[in-house]
């Protein structure tokens, strides 16, 4: 089975700039999670969606931060314009319908730094 | 007070020692307990998970949920170069998103 995968694993933009990051969960996995983590900091999530509908984006800064999941499955998450402190790890996780916990597949990220 | 707190920080083992790591947490809504593991440059792992209250053992790992205290562990015996990770408890209510611990790297040298 593939896991989540993620595009571009690295970004390098100057603040004002903008950035979109790709996600492709695993298929099948109608919940898909995007997360921020700051260097020496554990996961926040940003934004959950359920298909293509969004059940979480209370900690989004929706003035420069969307989303975007159109078909329920591939998901982008855009910045614009990008700040200083937006400089971290940006991972897609998603999970199965079905069970009980709530286990989540992690991508390996991509890592954006704001100079 | 944050939601989740992790402990130690970083850590540094031999080979062989047992490690204990934890978290508290202030929500006692909280039913879901994770420990992931994050190797460099990587997105976390599932490394395990209890429901509720109790002890889950698998191999060299434990885990432990004591809701009456609102505490967490989990324990690495004979730890092993390839242990060298971060480690994240995560937490969640039923249906909610999951809340990291900011995570404990721990090296294990040979």
């Known amino acids: 089975e593939a896991g989540v995968a993620q595009s571009p694993r690295y970004k390098i933009i100057e603040k004002r700039q903008s950035v979109a990051f790709w996600c492709n969960p695993i298929s099948g996995h109608a919940t898909l999670y995007w997360y921020q983590q700051i260097l020496g900091q554990g996961p926040k999530l940003l934004i959950q969606?359920?298909?293509?509908?969004?059940?979480?984006d209370s900690q989004l800064p929706k003035d420069r931060f969307s989303a975007e999941r159109l078909k329920g499955v591939d998901s982008t998450l855009k910045i614009q314009p990008a700040k200083l402190e937006d400089s971290a790890v940006y991972l897609c996780?998603?999970?199965?319908?079905?069970?009980?916990?709530?286990?989540?597949?992690f991508g390996p990220g991509t890592r954006l730094t704001v100079l | 007070q944050k939601e989740v707190e992790q402990d130690p920080g970083p850590l540094s083992v031999p080979e062989g020692a047992i490690v204990s790591l934890n978290c508290t947490y202030s929500n006692s809504a909280f039913q879901y307990f994770m420990w992931y593991r994050q190797y460099s440059r990587k997105g976390p792992e599932l490394l395990m998970y209890t429901y509720s209250s109790g002890n889950k053992e698998d191999g060299r790992f434990t885990a432990q949920v004591d809701k009456s205290s609102k505490y967490i562990s989990l324990f690495i015996r004979d730890s092993q170069p390839s242990d060298s990770a971060t480690y994240l408890c995560?937490?969640?209510?039923?249906?909610?998103?999951?809340?990291f611990g900011k995570g404990t790297t721990l090296s294990v040298s040979s």
């Open positions: 996780a998603s999970r199965p319908t079905g069970i009980s916990y709530n286990e989540q597949f």
């Open positions: 995560a937490m969640s209510e039923t249906g909610t998103a999951l809340i």
């Open positions: 969606f359920q298909n293509n509908g969004v059940v979480d």
